[in-house]
Every structure is written in structure tokens, then in C-alpha cells.
């Protein structure tokens, strides 16, 4: 008995043409206000030390973070009430733009703006 077995079962790796990387947008040191507009939008979402909102940068297109922290205390005797000054936020992605300032990890693409604080927890 002849048993022919099928060599071509062997999977062979798709051909997949390299996705081409687009280059960074160079790094830029800007308040704007737009970009804030959009982050601001974004749904803050809950983290077990704040609150946190992820998703991407409206100016370079990488994966970004904003990170709240709730329940800080500080000082003795102090009445806490919600903060509800604008909190200043900047692209934190961990792509290096070109030009961005050296030695400084997440300095993302350099646009950086202010919004509204998380919806207040106790
Ligand atoms: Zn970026
Ligand atoms: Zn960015």
C-alpha cells in the first residue's frame, strides 16, 4: 500500500506586502484649542485610580492617554470640593516625532491643550 502524502498541506505564510509605516508628524510645541475640543470629547472611562480616556491623537493619529486621578487628598482640614478647572492635557503617544525634545519619553507629537475634568467621584 502506497500512502501518498500531500506535502502541500504545509502552510506557507500569506504573502502580505508590508503595510508602509507613514512617517511622524514632526514635533510640534502648540496649544490648540481644536485638538483640545476633540480629546475633550472623548468618554472618560473608569480606572481604579481615577478616570481615564484612550484613543487617538486627533493631530498624529498614534494611540494616546489621558489619565485623572480621583480621591487625592492633601492638607488637614481642608473642605474638598470638585475641582472644576480645566485640566491641561497633551499628546502622550510613544511614537518619537521627529524633533521632539530629547530624553523625553511620551512627549508625543507636542500638541497639548486644556479640558474639562471627569464628572466628579466621591
Ligand atoms: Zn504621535
Ligand atoms: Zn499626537
Redesign the pocket.
Known amino acids: 500500500m502506497e500512502s501518498e502524502v500531500d506535502d502541500r498541506r504545509s502552510p506557507r505564510p500569506p504573502h502580505r506586502p508590508s503595510q508602509p509605516i507613514p512617517d ?2 514632526p514635533y510640534e510645541h502648540r496649544r490648540d484649542v481644536e485638538w483640545a475640543t476633540k480629546v475633550n470629547r472623548w468618554q472618560w472611562a473608569d480606572h481604579e485610580r481615577g478616570h481615564v480616556k484612550i484613543d487617538v ?1 486627533p ?4 494611540r ?1 492617554s489621558v489619565f485623572h486621578p480621583t480621591g487625592q487628598r492633601s492638607g488637614i482640614g481642608v473642605i474638598h470640593l470638585p475641582d472644576v478647572s480645566p485640566m491641561f492635557v497633551r ?1 502622550n ?3 518619537s ?1 521627529p524633533g521632539a525634545p530629547d530624553g523625553t519619553e511620551g512627549a ?2 507636542g500638541y497639548h491643550g486644556h479640558i474639562s475634568r471627569p464628572p466628579f467621584h466621591l
Open positions: 511622524p508628524v491623537c493631530r498624529c493619529g498614534h494616546m499628546c503617544c510613544d511614537v516625532h508625543g507629537c
